[in-house]
Structures are given as structure tokens and as C-alpha cells.
């Protein structure tokens, strides 16, 4: 079993119900976590919540992934942004994977709360986020507790976005539904809520302008929004894209 092919396993068994990262228990190219025999389910079930965007669990001592969610499996089985080389996390533009293992060392050696890395995609335009993030308090307190100050590997979140993810697909899906609106009306207010204009909007999806202005208006009916400035703030403030 590869190391993705791993990953999917746990993910698809439930955070909960997941059972102790024994080091006996998977072969060393997938999951190896030095010192990680002590890593109980419900110290992972704390870091690892039910994401609705894209995040893994690194250990900060190899950059090895001990937990990844089911659109980060995808993203590594693509290769897009990201891939494992071996168990080692990198992203394949190659200026932000090093600025990311840079952040990601001096976040380890400072004990910092958290680092932001930025990049933008040249051909479609769009950026990309990845944010690390350092177990601090309550997360810090009950690794500590569960696996002592000096055992046990150094987990940080790291979580994954683009510019193009606005709204939160599960919330905005049943919003959608609620509202009883057209898989195309929906697709359109999930366009203009990323800053799109009914011209681009037409454009890209080679229908006429007029067809989308009458899909708007519909859109604005079903909702009761009285113009689309009113209904790109409703929908961002009901369906926002939710992080860590």
C-alpha cells in the first residue's frame, strides 16, 4: 500500500474511529511517525477535525503527513499543488515549496502560532494559500499531556486554499437547494460571489449575456435580494468558506 493510497484508508474509516498509528501496524512508507507508538486516535481526533477545505496534518520533524482529508488525497494524487516524495510533503512550484519548508522550520524553532504562504498560479490567474498552523493552549496542552513534553512528533496543520474556493460547497449546496435554485443559477452566484461579472461569467461558459442577466434575475427573485451586491454579501455571510 502506497502512502496516499494510505492516507485515503484512514480517511475513509473516520477520524473517530481511527485506531492508534502504530509503527508495526503500516509499512514505513506510509505514515511513519518516529516515536509515534503513544499517538492515540483522540489526539488526532482534536487536530483533525471534519475540514470542509483542504488539510493535512504534518509531522514538523520530517514534514512527513500523518492525516490528510479526502480533498487533499485528491490534490496528491494529482500532484497539484502538492505531492509526497516518499512520506515527505512538497508542493511542486518549486518557490513555494521552499518557501513553505522555510516557514515551516522557523515556525518549529520559534514556536510561533502560525505562518501564511502566497502564491499565484501564472496561467489561470488564481492564488493559492497555504497556511500552517501550530497547535497552541488546549491543542498543545493535550498533546503534551497524552504524549509527554519530550516525546512524539511535532504535528502542525497545514491547510490548503484558492482564490477560487469562496463558499463553503457543502453549506452553499443546500442554500442552493433551499432557494430551489437551477444547477446553472447556482453555478452563477458561485461565480459572481468569486468577483466575476455577468460578461465573464457568459463568456466562459459560452452562453449569451441576455441568458445570464435572466438567470440573475431569477436568482434574485428566488432569494428575495433586491440586486447582486445584495445577494454576493448574503451568500458570502451564510456559506463562508470555513477554516481550521
Known sequence: MDAIAALADITRSG??????????????????????????????????????????????????????????????????????????LDFTPCGLNRRFHLELAQ????????????ERDASSGDWLSV????????????????LGKS???????????????????NAFSSFAQTAFLSKAEADLVQAVA????????????????STVRQRMKSILSKTGCRRQSELVHLVLSICPRRSY
Not at 491543542?139 to 499531556?145: K, L, M, Q, S, Y
Not at 468569486?194 to 449575456?209: D, I, K, M, P, Y
Open 15 to 88: 477520524v473517530q474511529n481511527r485506531p492508534r498509528l502504530e509503527r508495526a501496524a503500516r509499512p514505513a512508507s506510509a505514515l511513519r511517525i518516529e516515536g509515534a507508538a503513544t499517538v492515540s486516535s483522540e489526539i488526532l481526533a482534536i487536530l483533525c477535525p471534519d475540514w470542509r477545505t483542504a488539510a493535512l496534518v504534518i509531522d514538523a520533524t520530517n514534514v512527513s503527513v500523518v492525516f490528510a482529508n479526502s480533498q487533499c488525497i485528491a490534490m496528491l494524487r494529482r500532484e497539484q499543488p502538492m505531492r509526497l516524495t516518499g512520506d515527505r
Open 107 to 118: 515556525l518549529a524553532s520559534s514556536g510561533g502560532e502560525s505562518a501564511f504562504i502566497y
Open 131 to 146: 497556511v500552517i498552523r501550530n497547535g497552541q493552549g488546549f491543542f498543545r496542552d493535550a498533546i503534551e499531556t497524552n
Open 151 to 169: 516525546i512524539g512528533p511535532k504535528l502542525m496543520v497545514v491547510e490548503i486554499a484558492t482564490g477560487a474556493e469562496v463558499l463553503d460547497r
Open 194 to 209: 468569486a468577483g466575476w461579472s455577468l460578461t465573464e461569467a457568459a463568456h466562459s461558459r459560452g452562453v449569451a449575456v
